[in-house]
């Protein structure tokens, strides 16, 4: 298995609802990370995790929660995010904190609107 | 501060002309610089990195440190090269970040 799966592709939720994004790669990697993606933008850095553990947050509000139980599966929970939350939210992994040497691997991404 | 400017966002080409998308940097120390690309409806993916110097789908880049440039180019462009192109920087000083520019919107018209 080459490839990094996110689910779910599409979420809807209300500013009171508690919900988690899941990401998951077999490819044996080390580091994983989340980015936000609004649209016509560039991704956005907000986690990353090497050796499943927090390496780099990016000043990201509260309301979003990462985890990363295990090498293979990351999560991403989410409890009272604000309508500008909503955007693509993208996963992604590679080898070892990220060098020339270890190329970022993207999952297709989770579209989150916030109502 | 690292900062990756793609002055235009969009290009648009006809079918067998050159195509150069433009990509500058700011970055002290040696920057590591990628070429990311996401047709429509797919994932994001790695198109080119300077430090292979290789050719992938046509495509060349080289990293020009005096004009801290690493423009991406290829001499006859086809349809399916239509797809944002993203340049992104990474480096010693920056961690496992990558800073990506605003995007150039490629469409190649028959």
């Known amino acids: 298995d080459t490839e990094v799966t996110q689910t779910p592709k599409h979420l809807v939720m209300g500013m009171t609802n508690k919900k988690s994004l899941k990401c998951e790669q077999h490819?044996?990697?080390?580091?994983m990370y989340w980015y936000k993606q609004k649209a016509k933008k560039p991704p956005e850095l907000m986690f990353v995790?090497?050796?499943?553990?927090?390496?780099i947050n990016e000043s990201v509000p509260s309301r979003f929660s990462p985890e990363c139980p295990n090498s293979s599966l990351l999560n991403l929970h989410l409890h009272a995010l604000q309508p500008e939350d909503s955007a693509l939210y993208l996963c992604?992994?590679?080898?070892?904190?990220?060098?020339?040497?270890?190329?970022?691997?993207f999952g297709p991404g989770t579209r989150l609107t916030v109502l | 501060a690292q900062r990756v400017t793609q002055p235009e966002k969009l290009l648009s080409v006809f079918k067998g002309a050159p195509v150069e998308l433009k990509c500058n940097y700011s970055?002290?120390?040696?920057?590591?610089l990628f070429w990311y690309v996401q047709y429509s409806r797919q994932r994001l993916q790695l198109l080119l990195r300077?430090?292979s110097r290789e050719s992938i789908k046509g495509f060349t880049a080289d990293l020009n440190k005096g004009e801290t440039s690493f423009h991406l180019k290829k001499p006859f462009a086809q349809e399916e090269d239509s797809a944002m192109y993203y340049c992104?920087?990474?480096?010693?000083?920056?961690?496992?970040?990558?800073?990506f520019g605003e995007g150039t919107q490629l469409t190649v018209n028959p």
């Open positions: 992604a992994s590679s080898k070892r904190l990220a060098s020339s040497y270890n190329e970022q691997f």
């Open positions: 490819m044996g990697h080390r580091a």
């Open positions: 995790y090497s050796y499943e553990k927090l390496s």
């Open positions: 970055y002290s120390g040696s920057p590591e």
């Open positions: 300077h430090i």
């Open positions: 992104a920087l990474s480096g010693e000083t920056s961690g496992s970040r990558l800073t």
